[in-house]
């Protein structure tokens, strides 16, 4: 991870690099923004530190990639939030990008403890946000966020991914504008999970890809997705991969810094 964080700063650019006017912009005006005055960042980092602080246990069911230090299936809220859960600044990336894409249906493949869904879900209120989660106590945990926050346009989806993205994706029968792959961190079922949703696209439809470096699999994985002929654009931010399907636009691949 190291050495491919090394290249990475030798590879990335700013927006010097950037030819694509569509790209300049959302890169000048909503990637590399540092908006913070957003008052739902101040509820929303108030509850990721409440859930840093709590010492409650819960049963967990992993059917991902798993985690690599705790093998016991008991685990505290704290040590979900600070492992599981995306850091303040991509949460605010994704509110930032769908306030300004304006998605009307949003997927998010991996709930957690339901931080960053949130951010997603204040960003557009009259969206319809659609989150898969396969651990029932998680998902539990999430709902009362959701509901707590007054979040009403959320719906989780229970269950393993393998079986619930491809029954629900027929189920809504709705165009897919925006979404968000955090769920099982491996080439297989990454590469899987992307090809079901390809047929639900438009053009301006974006899916955000995380922790692309996170092994050789996701690496691979990656590459795989850049390379697909449906795919016209894609921003490596290292810890994420943002991809575009834009009929006009010439097929690109940028490296920029975030």
């Given amino acids: 991870m190291i050495a491919a964080y090394l290249k990475y700063l030798l590879r990335s650019g700013n927006e ?15 990637i590399s923004a540092k908006k913070d005055d957003n008052p739902d960042y101040v509820a929303l980092k108030s509850l990721r530190k409440e859930l840093l602080r709590s010492q409650e246990e819960i049963a967990i069911l992993d059917l991902g990639a798993g985690s690599r230090v705790n093998k016991s299936n008991l685990r505290k809220i704290s040590t979900i939030a600070r492992n599981a859960e995306k850091p303040a600044k991509f949460g ?25 869904t949130l ?8 969206a319809d946000i659609i989150t898969f989660e396969g651990c029932p106590e998680t998902a539990k945990k999430a709902q009362h966020h959701f509901d707590s926050s007054n979040a009403a346009n ?3 989806v229970l269950g393993n991914i393998d079986h619930t993205l491809p029954e629900t994706l027929k189920r809504m029968n709705k165009v897919l504008d925006f979404a968000y792959f955090d769920a099982n961190h491996r080439f297989e079922p990454t590469v899987r999970y992307f090809e079901e949703c390809l047929p639900y696209i438009q053009n301006d439809s974006v899916f955000i890809f995380d922790d692309i470096y996170w092994s050789e699999g996701m690496t691979q994985a990656w590459e795989q997705i850049k ?7 894609t921003v490596d931010l290292f810890w994420i991969g943002l991809v575009f399907f834009r009929t006009e636009q ?3 691949n940028f490296v920029l810094r975030f």
């Avoid at 769908?98 to 339901?114: A, D, V």
């Fill in 92 to 116: 605010r990336l994704f509110n930032r990008l769908i306030q300004r894409l304006q998605p009307q249906t949003i997927l998010e493949l991996g709930t957690s403890l339901g931080l960053t």
């Fill in 250 to 252: 010439v097929k690109q």
């Fill in 154 to 156: 959320i719906e989780i």
């Fill in 227 to 233: 390379a697909h002929p449906q795919v016209t654009l």
């Fill in 119 to 126: 951010y997603m879900a204040k960003a557009k209120p009259d």
């Fill in 16 to 30: 010097h690099a950037i030819h694509s006017p569509f790209l300049f912009e959302l890169y000048t005006q909503v």
